[in-house]
Nanobody, 123 residues
């Protein structure tokens, strides 16, 4: 069982940047795809980005328009979400999740979830 643990959230002004980290504990880092999702108050959880096991394939939600980048570091068993040009509407709890197989935008396809990290963007 692979268990994700997020970190790196915080308070940032609009236009600023944050890098979220998702560390993996468990049996193996390879053969799993990783995703980032977010949930704002009163809204449903939505897909942000995903990366496959090798890092060769990434998948982004349209709303990001090139502002966010997902990457992974095999040596550190960690996946990152670099967020630039942040907007107040990016305020949410960000979750990291893992699944077997390829990337997917559907939350229901993911097997393990982290506890989430709060990102707050002030105007």
């Amino acid at each position: 069982q692979v268990q994700p643990v997020e970190s790196g959230g915080g308070l940032v002004q609009a236009g600023g940047s944050l890098r979220l980290s998702c560390a993996a504990s468990g049996r193996t880092f390879s053969t799993y795809a990783w995703g980032w999702f977010r949930q704002a108050p009163g809204k449903e959880r939505e897909f942000v980005a995903a990366i496959n096991w090798s890092g060769s394939s990434t998948y982004y939600a349209d709303f990001m328009k090139g502002r966010f980048t997902i990457s992974r570091d095999f040596a550190k068993n960690t996946v990152y979400l670099q967020m630039n040009s942040l907007k107040p509407e990016d305020t949410a709890v960000y979750y990291c999740a893992v699944k077997r197989g390829g990337t997917d935008y559907r939350a229901a396809e993911y097997d393990s979830w982290g506890q989430g990290t709060q990102v707050t963007v002030s105007s």
